[in-house]
């Protein structure tokens, strides 16, 4: 019986990297929606009647590209640490490979050194939570926003 960490827990350092990146990036992700929402109530309250149609659709405007900014610096923190870890060669590579993974696109034809693959796979799961949280924030969003505009929000599934 072979004993050797190694092949006992063949992944240990994959996770190991992988879960103090996830947390961060979702500590990331969250108080950055915290933000936004803070500035949303703000413009929602600055706003009048007249014309909160236009402003509800500028800010949903602005909303996307600030979630899509927020996925992109998570993104850059796991090319950071795969730089500094070595699984990958350059910046621009781990950037690519890192929002590949984070998309679970995956087409880059970049790889990860063999041992750090899993990292890979652990930052693709972390992609799909932050990216759960951004569909849940802009969905509040925009019930709110049909809200304050007089219009019923969409019914939600009520379990019996």
């Keep these: 019986m072979n004993l050797d960490p190694a092949n006992v827990v063949p992944w240990s350092s994959d996770w190991l990297w992988s879960l103090p990146l ?21 413009v929602l309250i600055d706003a009048t009647r007249r014309n909160m149609k236009v402003i509800a659709l500028l800010f949903m405007a602005g909303t996307t590209v600030s979630v899509t900014l927020l996925h992109g610096l998570e993104a ?13 060669p350059d910046k621009k590579s781990a950037m690519l490979y890192s929002l590949n993974a984070m998309t679970t696109f995956g087409h880059s034809g970049t790889n990860l050194e063999p041992h750090w ?3 890979g796979a652990l930052e693709a799961l972390n992609g799909l939570i932050l990216f759960g949280l951004s569909t849940a924030f ?12 007089g219009k019923r929000p969409v019914r939600e599934a009520v379990l019996v």
Excluded: C, N, P
Excluded at 22 to 38: D, E, N, R, W, Y
């Design 76 to 88: 850059a923190v796991w090319a950071m640490g795969f730089r500094w870890l070595h699984a990958l």
């Design 138 to 149: 802009l969905y509040a969003i925009i019930q709110e926003a049909w809200t304050r505009l």
């Design 22 to 42: 996830s947390v961060l990036a979702v500590v990331i992700h969250v108080t950055g929606l915290f933000f936004i929402k803070q500035r949303f109530d703000q």
């Design 117 to 119: 693959q899993l990292m």
